[in-house]
């Protein structure tokens, strides 16, 4: 699994990127354990791509209450321009299947 992530931070017209992949196998006992295990490695990869994203961030506290965002850009991160044409993918949660909706899927891999 991948994720690319984006963080924005509107107010100061700032934003910066983070991108995870992980791969994992195991042994399928059932097509309730590939549901479960393919919603961790969506959960695991989501939390290291927003983890590498907020690695460029730093938040400091000024002294008024106010927050301000600086960011360390480093060169492999990916400019704007090199994103056009980029497909977005949106997020697909386990947690919003519903127990009436349950359809029979065919889990197997050739």
Known sequence: ????????????????RGAAVIEDSFTCTGPDVVLQRRCQLQR??????????????????????????ELKQSQDQCESAETEGVLQVNEFSCSEL?????????????
Not at 54 to 68: A, D, E, H, Q, Y
Not at 98 to 110: C, K, N, Y
């Open 1 to 16: 699994f991948g994720c690319l992530m984006q963080l924005n931070f509107p107010q100061h017209g700032l934003k910066t």
């Open 44 to 69: 695991m990869v989501r939390e290291k791509a927003l983890v590498q994203a907020f690695s460029t961030v730093l938040l400091i506290l000024l002294g008024n209450g106010k927050v301000m965002v």
């Open 98 to 110: 519903q127990d009436g909706d349950e359809e029979d899927w065919d889990l197997t891999v050739s």
